[in-house]
């Protein structure tokens, strides 16, 4: 199992800014994920963190908007930059085993209010 | 790619009601099928899994799941509520994509489950 740390767990920002997520995990992982899980929506995936190379974002998602940096293998952050209300969002980090079929562990997740 | 169904978003029952919530996804290959739940200010933990075997998974708290091939379900069922299982579960599914060699993680848009005293 996993022991995940998100912070922070709530922010109140306003439209322009950038706020920057933190997950820090108690054991080393080779992947880390960030979801986004909007108002009555699924989680949704929105790139792949691996230590020493380039995030891998999922359609819809690009770089300069979420800058992903996974400095080594317990850690990770998750800029949401140049916010706007659409940014509202509950934002989540997830680590698992995608060699095998196990199960994911989850942050408790950061909700961000964008006015 | 696969998608998740939940047909339900808000389940409001009393202590003691059964329960079972509704999940379908849709893939044709073979699938690993999970149930994920979220207490009130708590992160999403397992609640249970299906890999292979028998399709009737039992879970923590007393919860349960059945797969059914042919319906491409994985509903998830507990005889009788209790207060404490108040919080919002998530279907999901984890399917390995043979062309990038990796799985990928699919979930529903979630069930909120309401039991009152």
């Known amino acids: 199992s996993a022991v995940i740390s998100q912070k922070p767990s709530r922010d109140i920002c306003q439209r322009g800014t950038s706020l920057t997520i933190q997950c820090q995990v108690d054991s080393q992982v080779t992947m880390m994920f960030w979801y986004r899980q909007q108002p009555g929506q699924s989680l949704t995936l929105i790139a792949t963190a691996n230590q020493g190379s380039e995030a891998t974002y999922e359609s819809g998602f690009v770089i300069d908007k979420f800058p992903i940096s996974r400095p080594n293998l317990t850690f990770s952050t998750l800029t949401v930059s140049n916010m706007s209300p659409e940014d509202s969002s509950i934002y989540l980090c997830?680590?698992?085993?995608?060699?095998?079929?196990?199960?994911?562990?989850f942050g408790q997740g950061t909700r961000l209010t964008v006015v | 790619a696969q998608s998740v169904s939940q047909h339900n978003h808000h389940v409001i029952l009393s202590e003691a009601a059964s329960l079972e919530l509704g999940c379908n996804y849709s893939?044709?290959?073979?699938?690993?099928l999970f149930w994920y739940v979220q207490y009130p200010g708590q992160h999403l933990q397992l609640l249970l899994k299906y890999f292979s075997g028998d399709p009737l998974v039992k879970g923590i708290k007393g919860f349960e799941a059945e797969f059914i091939k042919s319906k491409f379900s994985f509903n998830l069922r507990k005889p009788s509520v209790q207060w404490s299982d108040t919080a919002e579960y998530f279907c999901?599914?984890?399917?390995?994509?043979?062309?990038?060699?990796?799985?990928?993680?699919?979930f529903g848009k979630g069930t909120k489950l309401s039991v009152i005293p």
């Open positions: 893939y044709g290959g073979t699938v690993n």
């Open positions: 997830s680590v698992e085993d995608r060699g095998g079929a196990t199960e994911a562990f």
């Open positions: 999901a599914v984890n399917a390995q994509h043979s062309g990038a060699g990796s799985y990928q993680l699919t």
